[in-house]
């Protein structure tokens, strides 16, 4: 809570530089008074953990737009058509808890490889997500999204993801393509068992997948197991799972499933904020556990 307050606090001095008009429909959302930072302004009073996350959020997601404080002093996202999405609202979240506010969604630093410190419980950087953030960005339902999908290829095999996470997927494989043309046992990892696929996660109460927004694909399942299969805790991939393949998808975006408590290691996921984050903060992102400010689970 100190956090939270604290955050608040660098946000006032936004008072003093005047109006900023809101497109948002209700009243109270409306008032110009609440502190704001939007893209295109002095952003220099932001700092630490709240400046990384509003750089990384930009440069991954250009629609947002503005980060903004309501009457309550919670903290929301705003996109350049007006709608919104709550980025802090000051609360702890439980150990099992994996829609959460955008914030906590980005609270564990993501280690870049070769780091791939251990994976007690409660370390999985990136599986905890915004749902809120990924409805608004994609779409709430497979109408919605379907329009956003494209089809193209990974190494010959037909794959339909949403466009951006396409396009980046393609940028991976123009990074491996050399790379398995040397070391052709490579390839046993990089059968594709999907992308696009509306559906919950298995075991999880009807909790959706990032399949159903078209920015996840799964490769070799049968040689990469997912943590309610196996039940083997650390699983030996975790750690012997081939670098070059998971350097290469960071490289483009997208978090590695291998490192998280619940793994799931044939699954990558176009997160790019998550890996924007890692990038920025190096020195953290090595470090068994790393969470910030509020966002340790309550047991």
């Not at 990384?52 to 440069?59: A, I, K, S």
């Not at 298995?202 to 990469?224: Q, T, V, W």
Request: glycine fraction near 8%.
């Amino acid at each position: 809570m100190y956090r939270f307050l604290q955050t608040v606090f660098l946000l006032l001095p936004l008072l003093t530089v005047g109006p900023v008009l809101l497109r948002a429909a209700d009243a109270a959302w409306s008032d110009a008074s609440h502190p704001a930072a939007c893209a295109g302004e002095d952003v220099a009073f932001l700092q630490g953990e709240l400046l990384t996350d509003w750089q990384c959020l930009r440069q991954a997601y250009p629609q947002v737009h503005c980060l903004r404080a309501d009457a309550e002093g919670r903290l929301w996202l705003e996109l350049a058509d007006g709608r919104r999405v709550l980025y802090d609202g000051g609360l702890p979240f439980a150990a099992g808890q994996w829609d959460v506010d955008v914030r906590a969604s980005m609270a564990q630093v993501y280690p870049l490889d070769p780091q791939r410190p251990s994976t007690p419980l409660g370390v999985s950087p990136g599986r905890r997500r915004s749902y809120d953030l990924l409805r608004m960005l994609y779409g709430s339902s497979a109408a919605a999204i379907r329009p956003r999908l494209r089809t193209g290829t990974f190494f010959g095999q037909a794959v339909r993801m949403e466009a951006r996470a396409l396009a980046a997927l393609q940028r991976v494989e123009a990074r491996l393509a050399p790379l398995v043309a040397g070391q052709p046992q490579l390839r046993a990892y990089l059968k594709s068992a999907g992308g696009f696929h509306w559906r919950g996660i298995a075991g999880e109460n009807g909790r959706l997948s990032p399949h159903s927004f078209g920015i996840a694909i799964d490769l070799s399942p049968r040689k990469a197991p997912y943590w309610r299969w196996s039940r083997v805790f650390p699983h030996p991939l975790q750690a012997s799972y081939p670098e070059a393949i998971v350097t290469a998808f960071e490289a483009e975006g997208f978090v590695w499933g291998g490192k998280w408590h619940e793994y799931d290691i044939m699954h990558f996921e176009f997160r790019p904020e998550i890996l924007c984050k890692a990038r920025t903060i190096p020195e953290a992102s090595g470090a068994e556990g790393e969470v910030s400010s509020r966002d340790v689970p309550i047991q």
